[in-house]
Nanobody, 125 residues
Framework: QVQLVESGGGLVQTGGSLRLSCAAS????????MGWFRQAPGKEREFVAA????????TYADSVKGRFTISRDNAKNTVSLQMNNLKPEDTAVYYC??????????????????WGQGTQVTVSS
């Protein structure tokens, strides 16, 4: 079993940047494909980005493509989400998740086995 803890959220103005981190404990992160999801108030949780176990393959939601970058450091057991050119519609609680089965990462949240507690990102207009 793996425990995931997100950090790096906060309040930022439109056009600003934030870097979210997800630290894992309990098992080595290289065993899992990883994903970032978000949930805005009153909305369902949605896919943001995913990365393969090795880090060689990434997938993004259309809404963040070109602005967000997912990366991982398996030696440090961390996954990061660099968010640039933030918009008010990016305001949400952001969650990292670990997928035991998939090697490549998937946009489908039901396939993820472990979740962090989330970190709040607020983008002011």
């Amino acid at each position: 079993q793996v425990q995931l803890v997100e950090s790096g959220g906060g309040l930022v103005q439109t056009g600003g940047s934030l870097r979210l981190s997800c630290a894992a404990s309990g098992r080595t992160l290289s065993s899992y494909a990883m994903g970032w999801f978000r949930q805005a108030p009153g909305k369902e949780r949605e896919f943001v980005a995913a990365i393969s176990r090795s880090g060689g393959r990434t997938t993004y939601a259309d809404s963040v493509k070109g602005r967000f970058t997912i990366s991982r450091d398996n030696a440090k057991n961390t996954v990061s989400l660099q968010m640039n050119n933030l918009k008010p519609e990016d305001t949400a609680v952001y969650y990292c998740a670990a997928d035991v089965q998939s090697r490549w990462g998937t946009p489908h949240q039901l396939e993820y086995d472990y979740w962090g507690q989330g970190t709040q990102v607020t983008v002011s207009s």
